[in-house]
């Protein structure tokens, strides 16, 4: 009911803001009724569509939920949400959209790497706090600034969180196959040294181009005497190679996936081709899977998950760690208003300082995944990591990879 | 021939052969044409002889034999340099400068012309040279087929040429409009330029050129003044025969 | 003085003052729009006096955004910057030029274009260590025009940088219109066998134009760079080339405002209609399609031949009164 | 794996997606020969064939052969539609107008496949699960179906230009358009039938193509510039050009793979057709015309 309220009147509003000149501003009245607006910046078209289409559905239910709750601190929640139809210069068109027209207090990030890389400085300039989806480590490298928190593991805790655990229970000697894409590089890279580090070698890498209709002749030349491989590709292009891999006589080689690249196509339909590949994920894929269930299932029901990790309606697949991570965002984000007394835009430093300060987000309804805490050098969470398996057409869980395994030195680049 | 002239020989030929992948089209065609003659070109459909202007003006290079303009050998020169060592042309379909008006037309060849003076005279003559001034303003596009076919001659004039090469000037023309030709020909192109002309209309050949080559086959059967040619039982077979029968 | 005319020194006028009239957002908004006309303005300018359809102005744009993010890496001011990525544009375009304006059929010529596109697409997601690939390179910071400190992002400073030589283009385009250079760029675009035949080199100068179109998509991909301080290997996609189609097409192929009327009318459309649909590609390819069938003129062209009250076009007269062009005779 | 097997692997294997490509290009081909006209929207037609199999064996349960069948007649169906509404419009008109109406086309059935089947690559299980073994290498069955299929259809399509009336009136049309007028022939028709067959042919690739490549609503994109430059490479109009060029090029890519990383393999493949387009502007294989 309020929630549909809320819509109209973001209708409403995004309709006069059409027809208004882009230069009007609107008073920044700081009273208590006056709605805090997180934008939600996102794929709704091209290539992530699927992914960023979840993510919207978490971040809606998210604040349906909070302003169920009260919203924060008593204020209402407005959701902006923007498509980049997954294109790099209409992102940063659309996040200028959310920061000089919506005048937004808060943005929950693309995951798009690109767009993430692009959107973070604008975002400092412009003092408003950026909680990316994008898991590009560069954004809280060399890009980290008291204005971007991000909650989702970057590539290099994705591969330390993995790696121990490959080399332990399969093997010593990985072989990659990776997207020919700044994507897959950064996971050769965050591949190579921590597989070395945990005692292992990533002996092989094959890089194939993305969009390639046929990868097979390339994975030709895979070694086989390989412990296991290390997948890293995007989705249309998993859809050819786990079939190729099969009829190349790799069906049986231990393969995993990295950094919810399972989550960007339908892994578990691919059927034989795909029974008993790992995953490495941020969150489990089935309700019982979850530290508490119990918790869980808000978040599950209210995004429209069922306990299978599948969509209730229509047995659509989820883009899970992001539907999971954007609601973990906006509760972050309650936290912090809440803790931090943050009453304008003009205090998200102050917010951001709060955050780094508190020791510890405990496992909650608005935390399902698991407790974490952010570190004050960079402003990166170390969350929980999962090990999957595909078993019997399930996703199931294997093993969990606590965050604090997974941090990683870091110079102090947010200078308070 | 016009043995008695002493003019010298403004555009010949040398055992020119063009074939496009084994078809050949023109098998040796050699001749010689002198300065401030109007030489017309006949011979029934396929004969080559639209190929011949287009290799004599470097659209299709030769495939072998020599073309000289004047003392200059232009054998396989692009378009242009021929073009700009005096050798003009018209289509046969005309083709202009559509969307110009026939005043920027005329600018266009002007402006291309060895001559290095441009002037409003030079754009006004080569326009009264063939009665179009009053049509300046208007777009090509919106001029009659035989207009078209008058700027043809007008911007291949502007160009400054010494030779002019015309592609059936008066196809499509009606019978007015071709006597109005005949008589431009005759009295203002003759002086100026020497002349080439492709022609079918037997009226327009008869009443304008000195000397007639007949090509057939990519040949030349015979060459001559008109008188000659119409009495060559040869020609008369093999293109009067063909073309009118 | 025709409606075309008068409505492109009106769009001009806007443009112009956009910077001093709306706030912050509508300042970056345009001027990233005017940044991606010039992909549209070098597309008409290499169809309409070289006779290459070019689906690969938007590589030069991305090679022009690249020069100037990596000039700027190395410490060079804003005018080496631009400076950089208009030579290196205009050098590819040689390049490439030196094939495609070979070629007799137009649409090989397309598909050559589409071809090197795809080339380099190919390159740019493959050489991460150059181009930073799908997650690009930042440009971050200002940069300094002999000694003026120039900040990046979209400000009054880069909106002129952006703004100024585009107009300055249209500005020459409309004062040239009717002069001989005018005529004769627009007749050897027009016509090349019939120029060739009145003695004009066309391939040279159809090179020199495809080369000088590449250096222009080059500044405008620069100047993007400078406004969205960011750079990525999604630069590259043919996408970007196929929406300067768009813009080309529905303005009008034939006249350089074309590009201008097209940017600044379907640019806006499609803002508006991606608020109200989910799938504004649908509405992008209606449209083209609607600009092919209905008024394959373009806008430019539906308004090209309209007068405005008295001022009818000069008279021929008028026009030779004022005795010799200015140009002098170098063909 | 010893390097000569490799060899032959990848011969074979570029001959098996040359035949691939030669259905996409004879389509293309036909389209560019018969009406002058470059169909940009073929590269959605062969993706629409890919998703389309793919949701009826997925969403309606229908077998492999059967789908496919189902989507490459719905391909066609499109492809008249497309004809009736738009390309039969733009035929006579410049070879541009051509260009920006097709690009619009596949803008629209682009969008349309993603805003009607999402954004989700689907896989489709091969029909025939065997796999064969050449040189000790386990080589998929499927694509020796494939590949026998491509060569009947592309037989079959040579067939009907060859010997039928239909054909002939087909190969006239576009040298004599008043000479097929006059025998009572519409061009009309004949675009039609063109068109319908170029989209079949489209189709039908696609569909094939789906339990190897999966089926994506962007698979268009990635074979559109590949197949446009094998029929001009292949010489505009010529159709055993095209297809010739096809398992050419299939070929250079998979045995480049056996020396480089497989983006510098494509990009060297694509990137060696530059200098026969430098040299033979018009195509390797062009017929002269006068």
Redesign the interface.
């Known amino acids: 009911m309020s929630r549909r309220l809320m819509i109209n009147r973001r209708k409403a509003l995004q309709g006069l803001a059409a027809v208004a000149t882009a230069g009007s501003v609107r008073v920044a009245a700081a009273a208590s009724s006056e709605p805090i607006v997180i934008g939600l910046q996102t794929e709704l078209t091209g290539a992530l569509a699927h992914d960023g289409g979840w993510g919207k559905k978490a971040a809606e239910a998210a604040v349906a939920w909070q302003n169920e709750r009260g919203g924060f601190a008593g204020r209402p929640l407005k959701l902006v949400v923007v498509d980049t139809e997954t294109k790099v210069d209409v992102g940063i068109r659309r996040l200028q959209q959310l920061l000089q027209q919506e005048n937004c207090d808060f943005i929950i990030g693309s995951g798009h790497g690109g767009i993430g890389m692009a959107s973070v400085p604008l975002c400092r300039d412009a003092k408003v706090t950026y909680l990316p989806l994008a898991r590009t480590d560069g954004i809280t490298t060399e890009l980290g600034n008291p204005y971007s928190v991000r909650i989702v593991a970057n590539s290099t805790m994705g591969a330390s969180a993995a790696s121990k655990w490959m080399v332990d229970s399969l093997g010593k000697r990985w072989g990659m196959v990776l997207a020919d894409y700044a994507f897959g590089y950064s996971q050769r890279e965050a591949f190579t040294a921590s597989l070395a580090k945990a005692g292992g070698e990533l002996a092989q890498a094959i890089a194939l181009p993305v969009n390639t209709n046929d990868p097979l002749p390339y994975l030709l030349k895979l070694d086989r005497s390989l412990s296991g491989i290390v997948m890293a590709i995007l989705g249309p292009d998993s859809v050819r190679v786990y079939p190729a891999l099969r009829s190349l006589g790799f069906g049986k080689t231990p393969k995993i996936t990295v950094s919810c690249t399972q989550n960007l196509f339908d892994i578990v339909r691919l059927g034989s081709a795909v029974e008993g590949v790992y995953a490495l994920d941020e969150v489990p894929w089935e309700l019982d899977d979850y530290p508490n269930p119990a918790f869980s299932k808000t978040a599950f029901d209210r995004i429209g998950i069922g306990s299978n990790g599948r969509a209730k309606d229509g047995d659509d697949y989820v883009m899970l760690p992001n539907a999971i991570m954007a609601w973990e965002c906006t509760e972050l984000l309650r936290m912090a208003v809440e803790g931090a007394r943050w009453k304008t835009k003009a205090d998200n430093l102050s917010l951001s300082n709060w955050l780094v300060s508190n020791p510890d987000f405990a496992l909650s309804e608005g935390f399902p995944q698991g407790g974490f805490s952010v570190r004050a050098a960079d402003q990166q969470a170390f969350i929980d990591q999962y090990i999957l398996q595909i078993q019997g057409g399930r996703m199931k869980r294997v093993s969990k990879v606590a965050g604090a395994t997974t941090v990683y030195p870091s110079k102090d680049l947010v200078q308070r | 021939m016009s043995v008695a002239s002493p003019q010298p020989i403004a555009l010949e030929t040398r055992d020119l052969c063009k074939h496009?992948?084994g078809?050949e089209?023109l098998k040796g065609v050699s001749t010689a044409i002198r300065a401030g003659e109007v030489r017309a070109v006949i011979g029934p459909n396929g004969a080559g002889k639209t190929?011949f202007i287009n290799v004599l003006?470097?659209?299709h290079p030769a495939s072998s034999g020599r073309v000289f303009l004047g003392d200059a050998d232009v054998t396989g020169l692009?378009?242009?340099?021929i073009?700009?060592k005096g050798l003009?042309?018209t289509?046969q379909i005309s083709?202009?400068?559509?969307?110009?008006?026939v005043?920027?037309?005329a600018?266009?060849?002007v402006?291309?012309?060895?001559c290095?003076r441009?002037?409003?005279e030079t754009?006004?003559e080569s326009l009264s040279l063939v009665g179009l001034s009053a049509l300046?303003?208007r777009l090509v596009s919106e001029i009659s087929h035989g207009d078209q076919k008058l700027l043809e001659v007008a911007?291949a004039t502007a160009?400054g040429p010494d030779v002019l090469l015309l592609d059936e000037p008066t196809a499509g023309m009606s019978p007015s409009e071709t006597n109005r030709f005949i008589d431009l020909l005759n009295e203002r192109l003759r002086s100026r330029y020497t002349i080439v002309i492709v022609e079918h209309d037997m009226n327009v050949v008869m009443n304008t050129a000195d000397v007639i080559s007949v090509l057939t086959l990519g040949r030349i059967l015979a060459e001559g003044k008109p008188d000659e040619i119409r009495t060559n039982p040869g020609v008369q077979e093999a293109y009067l025969g063909s073309a009118y029968a | 003085m025709s409606v075309r005319t008068a409505l492109g020194v009106v769009a001009l006028l806007v443009l112009a003052v956009m910077p001093f009239v709306t706030g912050p957002y509508a300042v970056f908004v345009c001027a990233q729009m005017i940044t991606l006309i010039y992909i549209a303005a070098s597309l008409q300018m290499s169809f309409a006096y070289a006779r290459i359809l070019s689906f690969m102005q938007g590589t030069f744009f991305g090679l022009g955004s690249y020069v100037a993010c990596v000039t700027h890496g190395s410490g060079f001011t804003l005018p080496v910057m631009l400076l950089a990525a208009v030579a290196a544009s205009g050098v590819l375009g040689v390049v490439v030029g030196l094939v495609v304006t070979r070629m007799k059929a137009a649409h090989t010529a397309v598909i050559c274009t589409l071809l090197v596109a795809t080339i380099v697409l190919m390159c740019a997601n493959s050489f991460v260590g150059i181009t930073g690939g799908e997650d690009g390179l930042s440009l971050r910071g200002g940069s300094y025009m002999f000694g003026l400190a120039v900040a990046f992002g979209a400000n009054r400073i880069t909106y002129c940088f952006a703004f100024l030589p585009l107009a300055a283009y249209f500005i020459f385009v409309m004062l040239a219109e009717r002069t001989t250079f005018g005529v004769v760029m627009k007749a050897v675009g027009s016509n090349e066998v019939r120029a060739a035949q009145l003695g004009y080199q066309v391939w040279l100068r159809h090179l020199a134009v495809f080369a000088a179109a590449g250096g222009m998509a080059g500044y405008g991909g620069a100047m993007n760079a400078v406004v969205l301080e960011h750079v990525s290997s999604a630069l590259f996609d043919p996408n970007l080339s196929l929406t300067a189609v768009l813009w080309t097409a529905v303005g009008g192929l034939a006249h350089p405002f074309g590009a201008l009327f097209g940017g600044l009318l379907v640019f806006p459309l499609t803002e508006l209609a991606a608020r109200a649909f989910k799938y504004v590609d649908i509405v992008v390819g209606a449209l083209l399609i609607a600009a092919a069938l209905l008024f394959p003129q373009g806008i430019a062209g539906l308004v090209g031949e309209r007068r405005l009250g008295h001022f009818n076009r000069r008279s021929s007269k008028e026009m030779l009164a004022e005795g010799p062009e200015g140009r002098s005779q170098t063909a | 794996m010893d390097f000569s097997y490799a060899l032959i692997f990848q011969t074979f294997n570029g001959v098996v997606w040359g035949l691939i490509f030669a259905l996409i290009a004879l389509g293309l081909s036909l389209t560019f020969g018969l009406m002058n006209l470059m169909n940009v929207a073929h590269a959605s037609f062969y993706m629409l064939g890919a998703v389309l199999t793919a949701q009826f064996v997925t969403r309606l349960g229908l077998g492999f052969w059967s789908g496919a069948a189902l989507a490459t007649i719905s391909v066609g169906g499109l492809g008249m539609v497309v004809n009736r509404l738009v390309l039969a419009r733009v035929v006579d008109s410049p070879p541009v107008i051509g260009l920006l109406a097709t690009a619009g086309l596949l803008l629209v059935i682009e969008s349309s496949t993603l805003a009607t089947f999402g954004a989700v690559p689907v896989s489709v299980d091969p029909p025939v699960d065997a796999t064969f073994s050449i040189f000790g290498v386990d080589y998929p069955g499927y694509r020796l179906v494939v590949a026998g299929l491509a060569v009947a259809i592309l037989i079959v399509t040579f067939l009907l230009l060859r010997f039928t009336r239909f054909g002939l009136w087909m190969r006239a049309a576009p040298q004599q358009r008043e000479l097929a007028l006059i025998s009572g022939v519409s061009s009309g028709r004949i675009n039609t039938a063109t068109v319908i067959i170029g989209s079949l042919l489209a189709g039908v690739a696609g569909a094939l193509v789906a339990p190897i490549a999966g089926a994506h609503f962007q698979m268009g994109s990635s074979v559109l510039a590949v197949a446009f430059t094998v029929i001009v490479v292949g010489g505009a109009g010529n159709l055993w050009g095209a297809v010739v060029i096809a398992i050419l090029l299939g070929v250079v890519r998979g045995v480049a793979a056996a020396f480089m990383t497989p983006s510098e393999a494509e990009i060297l493949s694509l990137v060696l057709l530059l200098p026969v387009l430098l040299l033979r502007p018009d195509g390797i294989l062009a017929k002269a015309r006068s």
């Open positions: 496009f992948s078809l089209v190929t003006t470097g659209i692009p378009a242009y340099r073009a700009r003009s042309r289509f083709n202009l400068f559509a969307d110009l008006t005043l920027e037309n600018m266009v060849a402006h291309a012309g060895r290095f441009q002037s409003r754009v006004d300046a303003d911007i160009c």
